[in-house]
């Protein structure tokens, strides 16, 4: 993440809850494909505060290693204080001792700035500090598996899931960048989906990190190469490539990529080495979605073509106009699906009545009749 000012937009703790975004939750899309289950080793983790306690790090006893980033490992851990199950970010750098105070100052400046942000599509961070392992970011604990992983285990959404999805990204970017904070490495890793429709963007903060990280290299093309590959570079816009710099167009830019590759079923850029992939990105033509993909309707395809345009002026100019065409193409779609294949929850909240205000009104019809033919029959019959 970096910000569009020198200080990040932080908010005083009072403001968060103000702040706290209502979560559209209702899927408004009748047809979405079922995340695959949870692997049982998953399921086995359910209470790891029950598991062995691997290590510490400040307060937070670690249970399990959940995976391995480019800047350190993410952990499960509990929180012996607050008694609660957590995620914990290592970030490991190999840096002199001199630019490690500098370092551990900015992951607090970022994680601050990070923990302003009070989303529903936005994983929560909780607490940041600087242990003896080195610095570490504390947030939310969160189910189910990132984007990246879903897709290269062959799970494909379908059309309107996958616009629904990165509408939600994009109304939580929106959000971001209204408070002045650009996520600058948005990629599948860092969208992890908590339900089939429920993204939670991860990692605001740690581009920057890594950007100064990488300064402290040596600025050739080596270390110019190794700052994208930092950054995942094919997601990285061509300014940020061209090492001009962005702003928050950089994020639509990454997120029309992911919806690329999410539509798709193959990424939009590709190169055996980091060259390729940087000319890829920067010169060679991109196959309209549609044609990769003929199951993919062509406007559908021009909104994604428009949010990856190589120039930023010509791009879908915010993370909210994004999500508004997203949601017009949903409308569409939706209004155009003749209403007998909707599925019952869909025709529920089409008509606005519930299943069982539904069964309740039809008893109460058929109460009425009987009891109007009842003293109809008294009428005649009854003297
Ligand atoms: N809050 C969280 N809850 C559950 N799992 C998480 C959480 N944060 C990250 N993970 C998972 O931990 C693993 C490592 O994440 P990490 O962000 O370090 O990897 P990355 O995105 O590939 O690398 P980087 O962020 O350094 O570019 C991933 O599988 C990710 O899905
Ligand atoms: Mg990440």
């Not at 929560?124 to 189910?144: K, N, W």
């Not at 960048?177 to 996520?183: C, D, I, N, R, S």
């Not at 700052?227 to 928050?248: H, K, N, Q, T």
């Amino acid at each position: 993440m970096s910000t569009s000012h020198a200080q990040p937009a932080v908010t005083q703790p009072h403001e968060v809850e103000a702040d706290r975004h209502v979560l559209d939750d209702i899927d408004t899309i009748s047809e979405t494909r079922p995340l695959p289950e949870p692997d049982p080793a998953e399921l086995r983790r359910m209470r790891p505060e029950a598991l062995p306690t691997i290590g510490h790090i400040g307060r937070y006893a670690l249970k399990y290693v959940i995976g391995e980033g480019g800047l350190g490992t993410v952990y499960a851990a509990h929180d012996t204080l607050l008694s609660r199950l957590i995620a914990i970010k290592t970030l490991n750098v190999n840096l002199p001792q001199a630019e490690r105070v500098r370092f551990n100052d900015l992951v607090l400046h970022e994680a601050r700035a990070a923990a302003s942000l009070s989303h529903g599509h936005i994983v929560t961070v909780h607490d940041a500090g600087t242990s003896e392992q080195g610095s570490y970011i504390a947030m939310e604990l969160l189910r189910g598996r990132d984007l990246r992983h879903l897709l290269s285990m062959g799970w494909k959404p379908t059309p309107e899931q996958a616009a629904l999805i990165v509408r939600r990204v994009a109304d939580a970017l929106s959000y971001a960048h209204h408070k002045g904070v650009v996520h600058r490495d948005i990629k599948p890793a860092n969208i992890f989906m908590v339900g089939r429709t429920q993204p939670r963007v991860l990692d605001f903060g740690i581009a920057r990190i890594r950007q100064v990280e990488s300064l402290n290299q040596r600025d050739d093309e080596a270390s110019r190469f190794q700052e994208i590959v930092g950054g995942s570079p094919f997601y990285m816009a061509p300014e940020l490539v061209r090492r001009e710099p962005g702003d928050r167009r950089v994020d639509v830019y990454a997120l029309g990529v992911v919806l690329y590759e999410m539509l798709a079923g193959r990424r939009a850029f590709t190169g055996g080495s980091l060259e390729d992939i940087a000319d890829a990105v920067l010169h060679q033509p991109v196959r309209p979605v549609h044609e990769v993909n003929p199951a993919i309707p062509k406007d559908l395809s021009d909104i994604v073509a428009q949010a990856m345009h190589r120039e930023p002026d010509r791009r879908t100019r915010s993370a909210r106009r994004l999500s508004q065409a997203l949601r017009d193409w949903l409308d569409a779609v939706d209004g155009s699906r003749p209403v007998a294949s909707e599925s019952p929850r869909r025709q529920s909240v089409r008509s606005g009545w519930t299943q069982p205000v539904r069964w309740v009104m039809a008893l109460s019809l058929a109460g009425l009749v009987a009891g109007l033919a009842a003293w109809a029959w008294l009428r005649t019959h009854g003297g």
